[in-house]
């Protein structure tokens, strides 16, 4: 009998396509997803060369980190030139190389690692790579999945492949239930709190336990999607039921007896007993809290009933660190999180922009009116999240709270588009980032769930959901 | 790609921990689609004010540290995204190494392949060659990459490890695409394979 496997050394092997003696592998790729920002200098690398595309069948492009989220987008003269330009280009990237596109015309565009998931490209065992950091997301299917950089990208358009060393295998284990109001949002954000966000540097993650197996599968990529923020190659969840579930019968799920072979194979995608892990992590459920970020790491995180630490708590270079970003933040110690007031709301982004995120905003803000001066935009991850909020009266319940309701794409999470902050406006976001600058320039960020970012809508300040449920 | 075999220059101190790509190149240069010219926004929102002019107190905007070719940085430098402009933008200004504790991974992997050597070295390491770093453009360390050595301007020695493969491509300047289709029969098997055992893929 062979050793026991985790999940990620059976996806591992699976992917192999050669070994050389120094361990050194080419990892073959199932799916890779393009956007517009990091895949021009690769096309044009593929033109230098003479090179096609391997597998244009299993490359899709969307466009998504500089499209605008107001109406008449299409029209290129509404983006800023090099915005335009960019788009432009990856259109007939698209159509030059033959990949599967969804242009931004298409009611099917939208951030793309909710694209792929939606239309079915992500399933269970895949190799899934994207020239974008958050591609971790894919990782709730049971999906290898992560980011890459932009030469990385020309490489596995011109060979399907990817030149990788096997990382560790890390556990991370969320027991128990969540309480009422906590999220995945906060257990994600709660994690890379305990393990610091290099403390998955060198390993793929496996998310497991009760409380993760509880989640759905939109509550498993909020998990997965913030891995890398935890300094993860990737983040993994084994695939179950839902899973299962929630690929039939998607656009390009497989159909009828492959279903069935699928199937089979994706019920073999599980850490065996005993299998060795590298590094475990435990959380217990019960012990985290709707959370929120007070500086400028995504590690600089806390319960929303805390106070703003002073750099005194701290130690080594993250004193230094933790200084500079109350000073950016504008923030005093001592001050209660939950008197912290905000200006801006974003509800958006690959983290948060699905249909459930929604749902639980809009819980909240049903039958309420924002704060007055306050500015909140919701913008769904996909146009069919779009479509879907409609269809159920979950824009109306936005707009009437007096919330901006938006045309999908990556929006405020980077500020590469219209969507920014101003200099000094403080935003409770659920997107990824609180880096200096993430969401505009001298703009402050306070990473939050769904629920609490309509509850500070609401308010004028970071608030804990709990008091509005 | 740039070969890189030895480098003697000035190191650059920038002791800050969790120096993410936002902070190395700014979402608003992402706009491009050129690999070159983006050592000029390098660290943009931390070396220029909103009109353009220069932060005197910027390590690089330093008259001693124009030139530098080394940075010597704090942990997790590089973390947050994979843009790989962050790595162009360093070898845009001129700077082909950076020494710190750990690196983000897409980050690390970024620099191989754009002829730029991160190096790992323990943090008690880092701090001293920090300190020699600090002493200003008269201070030149050697970075010797067959050897796997940082010399510090005293004559300290310290070794790093790296890689077989990567420092194989990265001291004879090889492109990797070149090398892995000379594994194409490898990946055909692969993808034949495949097809049989995943065929919904």
């Not at chain 1, 890390?170 to 949002?185: D, F, H, N, W, Y």
Request: proline content about 5%; charged content about 25%; some cysteine.
């Amino acid at each position: 009998m062979s050793s026991p496997k985790t999940l990620y050394d059976k996806i591992w092997d699976a992917h192999v396509a050669h070994e050389a003696e120094d361990g050194t592998c080419l990892l073959y790729i199932d799916r890779h997803l393009v956007h517009e920002v990091t895949s021009p200098q690769a096309f044009e690398g593929l033109r230098m060369a003479g090179r096609k595309v391997h597998a244009p069948d299993k490359t899709i492009a969307v466009p998504d980190h500089n499209v605008p989220t107001t109406a008449g987008r299409d029209d290129p003269k509404n983006m800023t030139e090099d915005s335009a330009i960019q788009v432009a280009a990856l259109d007939s990237n698209a159509k030059e190389f033959g990949i599967h596109y969804y242009p931004v015309s298409d009611v099917r565009q939208g951030i793309v690692h909710i694209v792929g998931p939606e239309q079915g490209w992500t399933l269970p065992g895949m190799t899934v790579v994207c020239g974008d950091s958050h591609t971790a997301t894919h990782g709730a299917f049971g999906a290898l999945a992560h980011g890459i950089g932009t030469s990385e990208v020309e490489h596995v358009l011109a060979t399907q492949t990817l030149i990788q060393k096997k990382s560790l295998n890390m556990k991370v284990e969320i027991t128990g239930k969540l309480r009422p109001g906590v999220t995945a949002k906060d257990i994600t954000m709660s994690v890379i709190g305990a393990t610091g966000t290099a403390g998955g540097t060198g390993y793929v993650i496996e998310y497991c336990g009760e409380a993760i197996r509880d989640l759905s599968m939109e509550g498993r990529m909020t998990v997965c999607n913030m891995a890398i923020e935890g300094g993860a190659r990737a983040g993994l969840i084994a695939p179950d039921e839902k899973t299962f579930e929630y690929c039939k019968g998607r656009p390009h799920a497989p159909k009828g007896a492959q279903w069935e072979a699928a199937l089979t194979h994706w019920k073999t995608l599980f850490t065996d007993e005993g299998a060795h892990f590298d590094k475990v992590v435990t959380l217990k459920g019960e012990d985290i809290a709707p959370s929120v970020t007070w500086g400028t790491s995504p590690e600089d995180v806390l319960p929303i009933t805390a106070v703003v630490p002073s750099p005194e708590d701290f130690e080594g270079g993250k004193v230094e660190a933790v200084a500079r970003s109350l000073d950016y933040m504008g923030l005093k110690p001592g001050t209660p999180l939950s008197e912290i007031e905000i200006d801006t709301v974003f509800i958006g982004s690959c983290t948060n922009g699905r249909i459930e995120d929604l749902r639980a905003a809009a819980e909240i803000v049903k039958g309420k009116k924002i704060k007055e001066g306050m500015r909140a935009m919701v913008v769904p991850g996909s146009g069919l999240v779009r479509a879907q909020a409609e269809e159920e009266g979950i824009a109306d319940i936005f707009k009437e709270a007096g919330f901006e309701w938006r045309l999908a794409g990556c929006s405020m999470c980077l500020a590469m588009n219209p969507d920014q902050l101003a200099e000094g406006e403080r935003c409770a976001s659920t997107s990824n980032r609180n880096f200096e600058g993430r969401q505009g320039y001298k703009g402050r960020t306070h990473l939050v769930s769904p629920g609490m970012a309509a509850a500070a809508a609401i308010s004028g300040k970071l608030t804990d959901v709990r008091e509005m449920m | 790609m740039d070969k890189f075999e030895t480098l003697t220059g000035i190191a650059a101190p920038m002791p800050l921990v969790n120096i993410d790509t936002d902070m190395i190149i700014p979402k608003q240069f992402l706009k491009t689609i050129k690999r070159s010219g983006l050592g000029a926004n390098l660290f943009d929102e931390m070396r220029f004010d909103r009109q353009g002019n220069e932060i005197p107190d910027f390590v690089l905007n330093k008259p001693q540290y124009r030139e530098a070719e080394i940075l010597v940085a704090g942990e997790n430098f590089g973390c947050g995204s994979s843009r790989e402009h962050a790595p162009w933008a360093i070898k845009d200004f001129g700077i082909k190494a950076v020494i710190a504790p750990s690196y983000a991974d897409i980050f690390y992997n970024n620099c191989f392949k754009n002829g730029i050597i991160p190096i790992v070295l323990p943090q008690e390491q880092v701090d001293v060659l920090m300190k020699d770093a600090e002493k200003g453009a008269n201070a030149r360390m050697t970075i010797d990459l067959d050897a796997q050595t940082v010399t510090s301007s005293d004559g300290e020695v310290f070794n790093f490890e790296v890689d077989s493969f990567k420092k194989h491509c990265l001291m004879n300047g090889l492109d990797d695409i070149g090398l892995t289709m000379e594994k194409a029969s490898s990946i055909e098997t692969f993808e034949k394979a495949a097809e049989q055992a995943r065929p919904w893929v």
